[in-house]
């Protein structure tokens, strides 16, 4: 039976317990209390116990505790002073019912008896709500520590595949071989050919030490794999690009724009004969950063996942981690013969020097 009871609700009864096993100690020590005091005592407690119940249920109906660090004290303050007038004039009306310390009564006038009476409450709900507070903000950090720790342990099982999943061997073959055949054709395109491979080579095996990089540097490692790209399609790959300069230095996740791209023209482009088009935007829309990849063609069951189903689960799982689930990811067909996949991130602050 004991099991069932919560941990709160464990802290709560002793916690309450000791209050009124200090109270008796020190009442003892320099007096003799009555029957009504402990009759009394023990009302209180209960009521206290029930009433911090309650601050605790609009502490939750409020998310004082998702609000930033500054308003939560603000919050807990405000909370503290209600309450704590609230005990007070529970605690007064008790003893009036009861008949406790009458001389009390007679001495002190109503609104002194419930100053008083709310100012003993305040020492009480504010060591309280420290104690809650103080408990929450621990193991939130704890819990934004194992978060971290979760992440670089799901980043280093995934490193192989995840490298597999940024280097397709298919598109490193494909590049090769056209390079090859510019050679004696255009020896000074092969040779950006050979730099543009290369700084995607780099960035995918770079991808991992690093949870985001900006948008514009993932950008260049999109146009050097389009470039690629271009030619082994040649005219059957159209690409448009609509680039909000402003989100140029919003950080996002390393290689997952080249991923979506990679998939769109393996599930889209490649697979009609006419070729397609591939049309990139980033831009700024309800408080959110939102990249957009659109290519021809049609998800027909697939929703671009690769042979090994990774490409776009890692996508969500990589969102899920760095952005503990303020970010989203969506891929739907629009238009009858177009696939859009679109990733939606909180906004960064970003510095500029």
Not at 166 to 181: D, E, M
């Amino acid at each position: 039976m004991f099991k069932k009871v919560s941990r709160y609700w464990w802290c709560q009864i002793v916690g309450w317990s000791v209050n009124v096993a200090i109270s008796v100690f020190f009442v003892s020590t320099f007096g003799k209390p009555g029957k009504l005091y402990f009759t009394s005592l023990i009302l209180t407690c209960v009521l206290g116990l029930i009433i911090t119940h309650i601050m605790r249920l609009n502490i939750f109906f409020l998310k004082v505790l998702e609000k930033p660090l500054r308003n939560q004290i603000i919050y807990f303050i405000i909370l503290t002073i209600i309450f704590a007038v609230f005990l007070g004039i529970i605690s007064e009306s008790v003893d009036f019912l009861i008949g406790y310390n009458p001389e009390r009564l007679q001495k002190f006038s109503k609104a002194e008896r419930l100053f008083l009476s709310s100012f003993n409450a305040l020492w009480l709900i504010l060591v309280w709500n420290l104690i809650y507070f103080i408990y929450h903000y621990i193991e939130s950090n704890r819990r934004q520590q194992l978060d971290t720790l979760r992440l670089e342990g799901v980043v280093k099982s995934l490193e192989l595949k995840t490298i597999k999943s940024h280097i397709n061997p298919h598109f490193i073959f494909n590049a090769l071989n056209s390079i090859r055949a510019l050679v004696d054709e255009n020896p000074q395109r092969a040779r950006k050919a050979i730099t543009e491979l290369s700084n995607i080579l780099r960035s995918s095996m770079q991808a991992e030490k690093m949870e985001t990089v900006p948008l514009q540097q993932e950008l260049d490692i999109v146009k050097d794999y389009l470039a690629l790209e271009h030619m082994r399609f040649e005219e059957r790959l159209q690409i448009e690009m609509d680039i909000d300069d402003a989100t140029l230095s919003q950080p996002v996740p390393p290689m997952m724009l080249q991923t979506l791209v990679e998939n769109a023209i393996k599930h889209g482009i490649s697979k009609q004969i006419n070729g397609g088009l591939v049309r990139i935007s980033s831009d700024f829309k309800n408080n959110h950063h939102e990249l957009v990849v659109r290519n021809s063609g049609r998800l027909n069951g697939s929703k671009g996942i690769n042979e090994e189903g990774f490409g776009i689960k890692s996508t969500q799982d990589r969102l899920n981690l760095l952005y503990q689930g303020k970010a989203n990811f969506e891929i739907y067909d629009i238009d009858g013969d177009m696939v859009e996949s679109k990733i939606i991130m909180p906004l960064q602050v970003t510095h500029s020097s």
